[in-house]
C-alpha cells in the first residue's frame, strides 16, 4: 500500500496547483482505475 502514500504526496500537489488540478485528477483517476 506503499503506492498509496506516494498518491497523498501527488494529490498534495494538485491542490497547490489549482490551474492543473482537473488535467490531475484525470490521470488520478487513471491510476486508480489501472490498479484496481
Known amino acids: 500500500k506503499i503506492w ?3 498518491d ?3 494529490v498534495e500537489r494538485i491542490l ?3 490551474k492543473e ?3 490531475a ?3 488520478f483517476k487513471g491510476m486508480i ?3 484496481e
Do not use: H, N, T, Y
Open 4 to 6: 498509496a502514500f506516494l
Open 8 to 10: 497523498v504526496s501527488f
Open 16 to 18: 497547490k496547483s489549482q
Open 21 to 23: 488540478r482537473q488535467c
Open 25 to 27: 485528477l484525470r490521470v
Open 33 to 35: 482505475q489501472g490498479k
